[in-house]
């Protein structure tokens, strides 16, 4: 179990690019989970995928966002025409498909500033 | 709507003190879920508990402890002997009980830091 990876960790970029993050989940865990976390706040719910397929979608998730997850196994979000107000620690997680209200396990965050 | 408030921004404590980190919630839901995850500086959320509505024993475990009153809408955590390794931001959260754990929502966190 090497636990719930992101990569980057960091990532700068300028105000109009597009930027991509990826996160690898723990093996066996099926359902896939993203979170955004800004300075001084706690996680907001993003995204959740259950294998392939994208169940749930936050109201935050504007237009520019979109995620994918492809075979069920890792996932990719990508923020295009990236704004200031984007700059935030992205967070994933995952948990097991048996696990309803369970605990999650999250990654350490990619870390985006919009500069 | 739900809510999660944690009042305390930010406390500090010397070590071997005890420590109160105090939790509100707010939901229409009649069944729900209640959770406790600590944020160390490496960033990565580490689950700690996860509590249903139907069940107001209060739990310890270790140094830990947590205390659930339906009839105030709190679910308070306590770290009893406090210790250097405790010093993390610790959120609360809340969750429907119809789904997963997908949808938790967050309060702002508390940022305990503990002294030598």
């Known amino acids: 179990d090497t636990g719930v990876s992101q990569d980057p960790r960091h990532k700068i970029t300028k105000r109009g690019q597009n930027v991509t993050f990826r996160c690898d989940p723990i093996s066996e865990h099926n359902r896939l989970y993203w979170y955004r976390q800004t300075l001084g706040q706690g996680p907001e719910f993003l995204t959740y995928?259950?294998?392939?397929?994208?169940?749930?979608k936050s109201r935050l998730l504007s237009d520019r966002f979109s995620a994918e997850r492809p075979k069920g196994s890792f996932s990719t979000l990508e923020i295009q025409r990236t704004e200031q107000g984007d700059s935030a620690m992205y967070l994933c997680?995952?948990?097991?498909?048996?696990?309803?209200?369970?605990?999650?396990?999250f990654g350490s965050g990619t870390q985006l500033s919009v500069l | 709507a739900q809510k999660v408030t944690q009042a305390q921004t930010e406390i500090s404590v010397v070590e071997k003190e005890d420590v109160t980190l105090d939790c509100v919630y707010e939901?229409?839901?009649?069944?729900?879920?209640l959770f406790w995850y600590k944020q160390p500086p490496s960033g990565e959320l580490v689950f700690l508990i996860r509590?249903?509505?139907?069940?107001?024993q209060n739990e310890i475990s270790g140094r830990y402890s947590w205390n659930f009153q339906k009839s105030t809408s709190s679910f308070n955590f306590t770290i009893t002997a406090s210790q250097v390794v405790d010093s993390a931001v610790y959120f609360c959260?809340?969750?429907?009980?119809?789904?997963?754990?997908?949808?938790?929502?967050f309060g702002s966190g508390t940022q305990l830091t503990v002294l030598p």
């Open positions: 995928f259950q294998n392939e397929a994208q169940l749930e």
């Open positions: 959260a809340l969750s429907k009980s119809s789904g997963s754990a997908r949808q938790l929502t």
């Open positions: 997680a995952s948990s097991p498909y048996y696990a309803t209200n369970e605990k999650l396990f």
């Open positions: 939901t229409r839901d009649t069944t729900y879920y």
């Open positions: 509590r249903n509505s139907f069940d107001e």
